[in-house]
C-alpha cells in the first residue's frame, strides 16, 4: 500500500474527520495531544492543501522542521510547501556568517508568501527571529520575466546591476549573472537553480533553469522572478515575517512557549541589532490568527482538545 492509497483508507479514521471538522468551522484554536514520529505531518498535511489556506507550521528547532518537511513532502502537496531556515551558517547573532542557500530558501519563501493566495511554510523559532525586508521594497527589487516579453537584453542587464547583481563569466552562487550574445544567466535569490534566459532580438525566446555542474538544462519555464539579496539585507526598514502571512493563515505550533522564549532570548542577546524581532510581534500574530497547538502543553487553554 503505497501513501496515496493509504491516504485514501484514512479519511474515515475519527481524529481525520475531527480535525476537518475543525478547519472547516469558525473556531479560533486546537489542542492535539499524542501525536508521535510522522503522524503530526501525516494528520495535518491537508490543514493548507485541502482546504486552500496558508498554514505555518513551527518546529522547535531546525532539524526537527527539517524532517517535517521531508514528511509533509511525502504526500501530494501541489509544490506549496516551502522551508524557511535562519539564514546563518551556526549561531544566531548580529554580524554571524550567513548561508547562501538558507538565504535562498528564505527568499523563495517571502516571494511565495507574497504572491500566492495560499502556501505551506514549514519553519522554527530562530528563523523566524529574524526580521526580513518589508512588501513593498521586496515587489519594488524584483523583476519578473516572462517567455515572449519584448523586454530587451540591454534593460535586463541594467536592471540586475542596479539591483546589486554582479557580472561575471560563469553563474556559479546567488547574485551573479553574465551574458554571452543574446544568452543572458542570472542566478536569483528565489531560487536554488540559475535561469538561462534566450533573447530574439529584444523578445525573450526561452527561460530555462539550468545545474550549475554541467550546465545542462533543467526545466523550462513559462515566467521568472529574479530578486535581489534585499530580503536578507539589515537595510532600510525590516519587519517581521509575520507581516507576510495573510489573514487567514492557520498556525500548527509543537510548543507556543517555547517559540516565544527563543525568540526573546535571540532578541534580548542582540539589544544593539534591527535585524530581529522581539516576542511581541509573534503573540500578536497568534491572537489574530486560527492556531492549532501540537505537543504536552496548552497554551491558550483551549477548550477544543484532540487526542
Known amino acids: 500500500m503505497n501513501i496515496s492509497e493509504f491516504q485514501e483508507y484514512f479519511e474515515t479514521n475519527p481524529v481525520k474527520v475531527k480535525l476537518d471538522l475543525w478547519l472547516k468551522s469558525r473556531q479560533k484554536s486546537l489542542f492535539i495531544k499524542g501525536f508521535l514520529g510522522s503522524a503530526p505531518a501525516f494528520y495535518l498535511h491537508n490543514v493548507g492543501y485541502e482546504q486552500k489556506k496558508s498554514a505555518v507550521f513551527i518546529l522547535h528547532d531546525e532539524e526537527e522542521a527539517g524532517y517535517f518537511y521531508n514528511d509533509l513532502q511525502q504526500h501530494d502537496t501541489g509544490g506549496r510547501v516551502f522551508f524557511f531556515p535562519s539564514s546563518y551558517k551556526k549561531s544566531i547573532r548580529s554580524g554571524a556568517v550567513k548561508d547562501p542557500a538558507n538565504q535562498v530558501l528564505r527568499t523563495e519563501t517571502?516571494?511565495?508568501?507574497?504572491?500566492?493566495?495560499?502556501?505551506?511554510?514549514?519553519?522554527?523559532?530562530?528563523?523566524?527571529?529574524?526580521?526580513?525586508?518589508?512588501?513593498?521594497?521586496?515587489?519594488?527589487?524584483?523583476?519578473?520575466?516572462s517567455v515572449g516579453e519584448r523586454v530587451g537584453l540591454q534593460f535586463v542587464?541594467?536592471?540586475?546591476?542596479?539591483?546589486?547583481?554582479?557580472?561575471?563569466?560563469?553563474v556559479y552562487e546567488p547574485g551573479q549573472f553574465s551574458v554571452r550574445g543574446s544568452l543572458i544567466d542570472v542566478f536569483s535569490f528565489s531560487n536554488d537553480l540559475p535561469y538561462r534566459i534566450d533573447f530574439w532580438a529584444d523578445d525573450i525566446d526561452s527561460i530555462r533553469s539550468f545545474d550549475i555542474e554541467n550546465q545542462l538544462s533543467v526545466d523550462s519555464l513559462n515566467s521568472v522572478s529574479i530578486i535581489s539579496n534585499t530580503v536578507n539585507e539589515a537595510e532600510g526598514e525590516m519587519v517581521p515575517v509575520t507581516e507576510f502571512f495573510n489573514p487567514d493563515t492557520i498556525f500548527c505550533i509543537f510548543d507556543i512557549r517555547f517559540m516565544l522564549d527563543t525568540i526573546s532570548g535571540i532578541f534580548t542577546n542582540n539589544p544593539d541589532s534591527e535585524a530581529f524581532a522581539d516576542a511581541e510581534a509573534f503573540e500578536s500574530a497568534i491572537s489574530e490568527h486560527r492556531c492549532i497547538e501540537i505537543g504536552g502543553r496548552n497554551y491558550l487553554k483551549t477548550k477544543n482538545t484532540l487526542e
Open 110 to 145: 517571502l516571494n511565495e508568501c507574497n504572491s500566492s493566495e495560499w502556501w505551506t511554510v514549514v519553519t522554527y523559532p530562530q528563523a523566524l527571529a529574524e526580521k526580513v525586508v518589508n512588501k513593498k521594497r521586496l515587489s519594488g527589487e524584483t523583476l519578473h520575466l
Open 157 to 170: 542587464i541594467d536592471t540586475l546591476t542596479e539591483y546589486g547583481f554582479e557580472q561575471t563569466e560563469f
